[in-house]
Nanobody
């Protein structure tokens, strides 16, 4: 079955950390740029971060820059999003998706595959 599966979400206190995983099955992640998106209740979907398939270029939204780090392990067919110094405004469902491209200043459009999402709640 071809799919992306996110994991690692949960409830964390402000200032805490979580690491999200985006694991691919049924296809090879190597050839895809991968993006992380989030959507909070009543808000539009926001592109958070991405990583390219070729040169490892990464992009971060201003809202997460300096706090989140994206990485990929092609041997494990997985992309990670390390989230530190979490804030209540980071609360959302986080999704990973294959995207058209990723540059340091541009997160491309989602294309072939989406995950089902994982809930992140930052609250004391």
């Amino acid at each position: 079955q071809v799919q992306l599966v996110e994991s690692g979400g949960g409830l964390v206190q402000p200032g805490g950390s979580l690491r999200l995983s985006c694991a691919a099955s049924g296809f090879t992640l190597d050839y895809y740029a991968i993006g992380w998106f989030r959507q909070a209740p009543g808000k539009e979907r926001e592109g958070v971060s991405c990583i390219s398939s070729s040169d490892g270029s990464t992009y971060y939204a201003d809202s997460v820059k300096g706090r989140f780090t994206i990485s990929r392990d092609n041997a494990k067919n997985t992309v990670y999003l390390q989230m530190n110094s979490l804030k209540p405004e980071d609360t959302a469902v986080y999704y990973c998706a294959t995207i058209s491209t990723c540059y340091s200043d541009y997160l491309g459009l989602p294309n072939d595959y989406w995950g089902q999402g994982t809930q992140v709640t930052v609250s004391s």
